[in-house]
């Protein structure tokens, strides 16, 4: 499975807008970028996936580059309940299992 | 709907006990995942069972075993407990491909 690199932690105030990178360099043809979200003593849940346009949703955004070596999730307005630990993935189309393969993500703090 | 759900929610071991966690997957879904997530880790994965059968398996020792249900429930085993078991244990079901979507997991604690 092609690696992500995120940042171990970033810090935005609340209601301003929040990017968080991802670089994934070795991401092949059929990967698909996939962001999930841990809040504080929960499952991870998932935010939003996309394979090479940006995407958006009623969470968040996604902002991929053109030669998907990198993207960026975008969060429009930082609220409190938006800290959380960020995992950026890839998984693979087509593919037969399901599995997902975390990294250590990104740790977002809110500042009220 | 309900989401999905996970029995017991913490759970007190001693090592060398055995132990079984549960998952009910969310209605329709057939697909269940377990991951291992230890503390300050993201979660690793350990098994997927689609329509009963094993369709894959992450880098655990035999100990662990899984087994799902007819009604697509799951449980997850894990035999003669180490230390290094202590862990937040997360369910996932799936409907279709991509979403996965993770109950609030089982935490052990292993004496």
């Known amino acids: 499975d092609a690696k992500t690199t995120q940042p171990n932690s970033m810090e935005s105030n609340e209601e301003e807008p929040v990017h968080l990178p991802c670089n994934h360099s070795?991401?092949?043809?059929?990967?698909?970028i996939h962001w999930y979200r841990q809040l504080p003593s929960q499952g991870p849940e998932y935010v939003i996936h996309?394979?090479?346009s940006n995407v958006n949703n009623r969470m968040a955004s996604l902002a991929i580059a053109e030669d998907r070596k990198s993207s960026t999730l975008i969060l429009h307005r930082a609220t409190l309940r938006d800290a959380a630990v960020y995992y950026c993935?890839?998984?693979?189309?087509?593919?037969?299992?399901?599995?997902?393969?975390f990294g250590k993500g990104t740790r977002l703090h809110i500042l009220p | 709907d309900a989401g999905v759900t996970q029995s017991p929610t913490h759970l007190i071991k001693t090592r060398g006990q055995q132990v079984t966690l549960r998952c009910s997957p969310i209605?329709?879904?057939?697909?269940v995942s377990w991951y291992q997530q230890v503390l300050g880790q993201g979660p690793q994965f350990i098994f997927q069972?689609?329509?009963?059968?094993?369709?894959g398996r992450g880098n655990f020792p035999d100990r662990f075993s899984a087994r799902q249900f007819p009604n697509y429930s799951s449980e997850l085993n894990v035999n003669a407990l180490l230390l290094g078991d202590s862990a937040l244990y997360l369910c996932?079901?799936?409907?279709?491909?991509?979403?996965?979507?993770f109950g609030p997991g089982t935490r052990l604690t292993v004496l």
């Open positions: 070795t991401i092949s043809g059929t990967d698909y």
């Open positions: 993935i890839l998984r693979r189309g087509g593919g037969r299992d399901d599995k997902i393969i």
């Open positions: 209605s329709g879904h057939k697909s």
């Open positions: 069972y689609y329509e009963k059968e094993e369709r």
């Open positions: 996309g394979l090479t």
């Open positions: 996932a079901s799936t409907f279709g491909l991509y979403t996965q979507y």
